[in-house]
């Protein structure tokens, strides 16, 4: 279990993480979303290590995570939000690097660089030197290459930053793999799709403090309970019929146009009545959209995820 | 601890042998540099003989004393003179052809014999020096001197002597104090070798801070700092890897020297000694300038300025006996003084392997400063990020 319990970090008189408390358990995948300067980066510091905080500590399964501390920092991986590699050596060269870095050599680190390799996609690639890979590629190995100690928690800072839709996928498939064969994730990121596909809790962020934390249905249930639908007619007459219907039937409609719009709390409830009201001329178009997270991150900052 | 920091070592090694402008900085410039500017000193001396000064007189007396006097500059080895007018002696000299030109004035002779009996006023010899030229111009004037002394004592005494030293009542033995038995040319081609060979590791060291601040701005630094080895280890790494590319550019510099005729009069022992000392305390300067730094490009700026400054201080570009003794005196704090020195006294000049090896204690010492500045700078560095 990662645990990081009442996490202060200052730089002056700017409070970067303000008593932050997360528990991420283990083979699960835990998101971190929040907008620039939320104080993300020096959350992700904290647990791996690599930062020690003014206040509150980081465990890993009751170990206390410190810069002094190596033997439980060998037991996380870290991907940077950079690609972070040596532009100038080989796909090999590097991990022969990163896994000298945890005392993995001679036919361990072999293996472990072929299977990095493989999980990469990057078998064929492996002998060229980095600087000729897509940025895809590089991302891919630049994932790997926190793999090769085996780590017990991977924390991942924005990996999929200016990949292609290819390389992302097939991240993200990396990612889900490693969660199913019982590794701890943190994971960080811009993009919401990414962490509701494969996050199992999820952390909002905001002026270094978690404005909330749960699984995603959790979250969604902290919007409030109005929806809405908008309707489209074949034109205004039938638009005005069937928004005064609406408001006979005890739903809040408003028109524009050819369109209405109305607010509900049940969709049941809305949908009995919209078909009964508007039985006579049916709306050519019916739109509602289910609760998102991009909703309940504006909801609680008040601003959008990439501000 | 060994695997971690040979690890490190590796991959510096991995890292330079693929980037073609670090070992063009590191290698084929300083060799270049040194063939080069030692080819140029080595023409002016090369043959280790000193070249005769040339001299420049105009003789108006036609005296006997005056043509005692040319006899005699004539028996010089080291004078080439050349008879000429006093008005060509003296352009000669104002165009920089000449170093130095002396005018024998009419009546000399007379007045040197009146002066010698009577005590009235001593006759004027009329000499012209090339300030640009001071050095053989005062060469050349101590020749001339000498000469006419010589041919005023024969008529004074009454001889005749083919050797004026003999009416001396004492002799001069000349010795290349400094040098073991190269020739001036040499020795300045020897020079040009060690103070070359030391600013191509200056500038790897540029190239090294510039490694650092690049992994830093990349996020490498920060991936690296999250795995088990300390930054003592870190540190430590970059710095061995340093050392090697840094004594292979230095005895790079020193095999060109010697495919192209220089020659080590010093002890092996010491030049491995100043060489390994030079290239660990260069690397401490490029991790200290790494640790200084915030954007590459302000940095290279910076520390090219510093390293060119540098240089020049330690008598890399000309021997530091050259400046003035207060600059003699201040530059002994500077690090690179002692690399070149050192490196002077292991090629040739004749300060004995305990030389040598103060030199390379005192590179060393400059080195670990450096190295403990850094650790504490990146230290710092980490504490605030």
Redesign the interface.
């Not at chain 1, 940077?80 to 040596?86: F, G, N, W």
């Not at chain 2, 980490?382 to 990020?385: K, S, T, Y």
């Given at each position: 279990m990662l645990i990081a319990k009442g996490l202060v970090r200052r730089?002056g008189q700017l409070v970067a993480v303000d008593h932050l408390d997360i528990e991420v358990a283990p083979g699960t995948c835990f998101g971190l979303l929040g907008p620039n300067g939320a104080g993300k980066t020096s959350t992700i510091?904290a647990l791996?290590?690599?930062?020690?905080p003014d206040e509150g500590k980081v465990t890993l399964d009751g170990q206390e995570v410190s810069?002094s501390d190596?033997?439980v920092?060998?037991r996380?991986g870290?991907v940077?939000?950079?690609?972070?590699?040596?532009e100038?050596?080989d796909a090999k060269?590097n991990l022969r690097?990163?896994a000298?870095?945890?005392?993995i050599?001679g036919p361990d680190a072999d293996n472990r660089i072929a299977e990095a390799l493989e999980l990469a996609g990057l078998l064929n690639n492996a002998d060229k030197?980095v600087r000729t890979f897509s940025g895809g590629m590089k991302r891919r190995l630049n994932l790997v290459?926190?793999l090769l100690h085996k780590p017990h928690v991977l924390v991942m800072d924005e990996p999929t930053v200016g990949v292609d839709p290819q390389s992302r996928n097939a991240i993200f498939e990396a990612v889900e793999r490693l969660v199913e064969l019982g590794m701890t994730c943190v994971y960080t990121s811009h993009y919401m799709e990414e962490v509701e596909r494969l996050c199992d809790r999820i952390a909002i962020m905001d002026h270094g403090k978690i404005v909330a934390q749960g699984t995603k249905s959790e979250l969604e249930k902290l919007l409030p309970p109005e929806r809405s639908m908008r309707l489209t007619f074949a034109n205004e007459d039938l638009a005005s019929v069937a928004a005064s219907s609406l408001g006979r039937a005890g739903l809040k409609a408003s028109r524009e146009g050819n369109v209405v719009t109305t607010e509900f709390t049940d969709l049941g409830a809305a949908l009995a009545a919209v078909g009964q009201a508007c039985a006579a001329s049916p709306p050519l178009e019916m739109h509602s959209q289910a609760p998102s997270l991009e909703e309940v991150f504006l909801h609680l900052t008040g601003k959008s995820l990439r501000d | 601890m060994l695997?971690?920091l040979l690890?490190f070592v590796?991959?510096d090694l991995?890292?330079f042998r693929?980037?073609r402008g670090a070992a063009i900085t590191a290698i084929v410039m300083p060799v270049l540099l040194a063939v080069f500017l030692g080819s140029l000193f080595g023409s002016a001396g090369g043959s280790g003989e000193m070249k005769p000064v040339p001299v420049i007189v105009a003789d108006e007396d036609q005296s006997e004393i005056s043509k005692r006097a040319l006899e005699e500059m004539a028996t010089e080895n080291h004078l080439k003179v050349t008879m000429a007018s006093a008005a060509e002696a003296k352009e000669a000299v104002n165009n920089g052809k000449s170093a130095f030109a002396v005018v024998v004035p009419k009546g000399f002779g007379e007045q040197v014999v009146a002066g010698m009996s009577s005590g009235g006023e001593r006759p004027k010899l009329q000499e012209y020096i090339d300030p640009a030229q001071q050095t053989a111009a005062m060469a050349g004037q101590g020749f001339v001197t000498k000469a006419f002394a010589t041919a005023t004592l024969d008529k004074a005494f009454g001889r005749e002597t083919k050797a004026g030293d003999d009416l001396l009542p004492f002799k001069a033995e000349t010795h290349q104090a400094a040098a073991k038995q190269t020739g001036d040319g040499e020795a300045s081609r020897a020079h040009v070798f060690a103070g070359m060979g030391v600013q191509g590791v200056l500038f790897m060291a540029i190239n090294l801070a510039m490694n650092v601040m690049r992994e830093r701005r990349?996020?490498?630094w920060?991936?690296?700092?999250?795995?088990?080895?300390?930054l003592e280890i870190q540190l430590l790494g970059r710095l061995v890897s340093g050392t090697v590319v840094g004594s292979l550019s230095l005895t790079c510099v020193i095999l060109a020297g010697l495919l192209t005729g220089l020659r080590i009069h010093g002890s092996l022992v010491g030049l491995v000694s100043i060489v390994l000392c030079s290239a660990a305390m260069s690397s401490a300067i490029g991790l200290a300038i790494a640790s200084l730094g915030k954007t590459e490009e302000q940095s290279r700026g910076l520390s090219v300025l510093f390293v060119l400054t540098m240089t020049m201080l330690s008598g890399a570009w000309f021997p530091s006996f050259l400046m003035p003794e207060w600059v003699q005196k201040a530059t002994l704090v500077v690090p690179a003084r002692w690399a070149v020195d050192g490196l002077d006294g292991a090629i040739w000049r004749d300060i004995g392997l305990s030389g040598v090896m103060v030199a390379s204690g005192v590179t060393l010492v400059f080195g670990a400063v450096f190295f403990a500045f850094s650790i504490w700078r990146f230290r710092t560095l980490?504490?605030?990020?």
């Open positions: 730089y510091g791996v290590g690599l930062v020690r810069p190596h033997r920092r060998a996380i870290y940077p939000q950079e690609i972070a590699i040596y100038e050596l060269q690097f990163f000298g870095l945890y005392g050599s030197p290459a926190a | 695997p971690a690890n590796r991959k991995l890292v693929s980037d990349t996020g490498v920060r991936r690296v700092r999250t795995a088990p080895p300390s980490e504490r605030a990020a």
